[in-house]
């Protein structure tokens, strides 16, 4: 892209007053439009490129060629703070290691550094992609590290496999009675094999954030080197064209992350969080509202847990599952009421993590009992993931204005997996972006990272084909179209964070946030989405990423 200084372009008048042209901008309507005018961060006018130079005849022009400008994305659950933990970490995902033997080896190394100190934390472990077929487990790792106390997190981020010097940290043993909610892993002769699952994971590894006392075996990362991780990691995301992202789980720690790096200068995206419920007591206390905060950085919602994972096979559904299947209801119904009742009751929106359909019905009961009780339709809770749906589920989310945040990417993630775990018939009611929107059901975007690839046009490409990585084709009746996939991760992420109004869409009064892309989603071939280049990405007018 190019900065054209034109007559139009008077340096004495206010030099923030921009109009950028390019090929054409994607409006919510699809009218024509090929230019938009902003300054201060927010969009002034959209329309014809001579239209808004004869209104703002002294702003300075951009020229974005053939570029389309898109509204930037905005993914509406993922995990920022997660993420820079992740890039803190040894890298097992699959494209770095693609067996169990590969996998040990890098483990080992790590264990013979000489100047190695503390555990060893390895992160995006994939059971699936392994050459093996077969888990890891604490003896494998115990060949390798001896006395360094371990954890590999697999990719679904609900279960990891640990060492026996990690279980002996923990002071678990094979006579451990798991938390409610979670489960330790056991061989044919009832010995612990170092899996744990759910809650079980959560407070071994995360209890800093799901835990209220803050508490857990794993010893968290420092601030300080958190802070300087969060610039490479927001780096490649505006790279991607991200402008927006909702950290779906957070505890005091992440917030304080947060709110410095963007007093250094790091935090270049906006950045939403769903508050764990563990630390309600001070949101409640403070009597703080969903919304708090500014456009860059604000609080969204409270995040509980129903059931598992669709990755970790963990989740709660009706009708026959997989053997190896392994159902966990990681709330009691007892403290799944109170949460609800107390988030609901205070006026915030609440926001379950439930993928199963037996668990997203469960949240429904809870959901439309205290809509009866006190009426308020408008905070628009949320289901996060959302998996597994049927009509009844649709009818009723529908009726209560609850929003979904489906898995966008999990169909390529996965790809035939999906079929061996869930069979093809569920497959046709999984990742129901279809059935969501024909219900009248608002969606947003969300990858998930680092459960999942985090780039959107992957996503969408995943959206409208539904063709996995490996060519398998799951749940085809699911697929939408490019345009629609294209407002889940603009329009309707904003929508999902309560923030409609002020961003999702390129219109006047919105905010500057937008991409320049090579093509439309929609002028592609559906298996080429992905393809599409990334030429820059703007937040509140300004560049924060330029393709080189």
């Known amino acids: 892209m190019t900065l054209i200084k034109t007559r139009s372009a008077d340096m004495s008048a206010p030099a923030q007053l921009q109009v950028l042209r390019a090929r054409r901008v994607i409006t919510p309507s699809r009218t024509p439009a090929n230019s938009i005018a902003f ?78 100190q503390g555990w060893i934390r390895a992160v995006g472990y994939d059971d699936a992609k392994m050459k093996e077929r077969r888990i890891l487990t604490r003896w494998d790792l115990d060949a390798v590290t001896g006395t360094i106390p371990t954890i590999v997190i697999h990719v679904s981020a609900h279960w990891a496999v640990v060492n026996s010097a990690a279980l002996a940290a923990g002071g678990i043993t094979d006579f451990s009675t798991p938390p409610s909610g979670g489960d330790y892993g056991r061989d044919g002769n009832g010995r612990l094999n170092g899996i744990l699952y759910e809650r079980a994971f959560d407070d071994f590894a995360y209890g800093y954030r799901t835990r209220a006392d803050g508490r857990s075996v794993v010893p968290p990362i420092g601030l300080a080197d958190r802070v300087l991780a969060v610039e490479r990691v927001i780096g490649r995301w505006h790279a991607a064209g991200i402008t927006s992202v909702c950290d779906a789980l957070v505890g005091p720690d992440d917030i304080r992350l947060f709110a410095t790096a963007r007093e250094q200068g790091l935090l270049t995206m906006r950045v939403g969080f769903l508050l764990a419920a563990e630390h309600y007591d001070e949101i409640h206390r403070l009597r703080l509202r969903s919304g708090f905060g500014d456009d860059h950085l604000r609080f969204v919602g409270v995040k509980a847990f129903a059931d598992g994972a669709i990755a970790g096979r963990t989740c709660q559904m009706d009708g026959p599952t997989n053997p190896e299947h392994r159902e966990i209801q990681v709330l009691t119904p007892a403290e799944m009421r109170d949460v609800v009742e107390r988030v609901h009751g205070d006026g915030n929106r609440i926001c379950v993590h439930a993928n199963g359909d037996r668990a997203i019905s469960s949240v429904l009961d809870e959901l439309e009992r205290m ?14 993931h959302c998996s597994i749906v049927n009509d009844d589920i649709l009818r009723r989310m529908h009726a209560m204005s609850v929003i979904a945040v489906p898995l966008a990417n999990y169909v390529y993630e996965h790809g035939a997996s999906l079929i061996e775990w869930y069979g093809e018939e569920r497959l046709e009611r999984m990742f129901a972006h279809r059935a969501f929107l024909d219900a009248g059901v608002t969606v947003g975007g969300s990858s998930d990272f680092p459960c999942s690839a985090v780039e959107p046009l992957l996503a969408m490409q995943s959206m409208v084909t539904r063709v996995g990585w490996d060519g398998a084709v799951v749940g085809p009746s699911q697929r939408i179209s490019a345009a629609e996939a294209h407002s889940i991760y603009t329009e309707g992420s904003a929508t999902a964070s309560g923030e409609d109004g002020s961003k999702g869409t390129l219109a006047a009064g919105k905010a500057a946030d937008f991409v320049l892309l090579d093509k439309d989603p929609s002028e592609v071939p559906p298996d080429q989405i992905s393809r599409i280049t990334v030429h820059s990405t703007y937040v509140a007018g300004e560049t924060v990423y330029v393709r080189n």
């Open 371 to 384: 809509q009866h009780v006190e009426p308020k339709l408008a905070l628009r809770h949320r289901i996060e």
């Open 39 to 116: 300054v201060n961060g927010r969009i002034l006018a959209v329309g014809d490129f001579d239209d808004l130079l004869r209104k703002f005849p002294h702003a300075l022009v951009q020229d974005g060629g053939d570029s389309v400008i898109s509204p930037g994305f905005n993914d509406a659950h993922l995990h920022l703070a997660l993420a820079v933990e992740d890039e803190l970490s040894l890298d097992a995902s699959p494209s770095t290691v693609s067996s169990l033997a590969e996998l040990s080896a890098i483990v080992a190394a790590a264990a013979a550094e000489p100047d190695r």
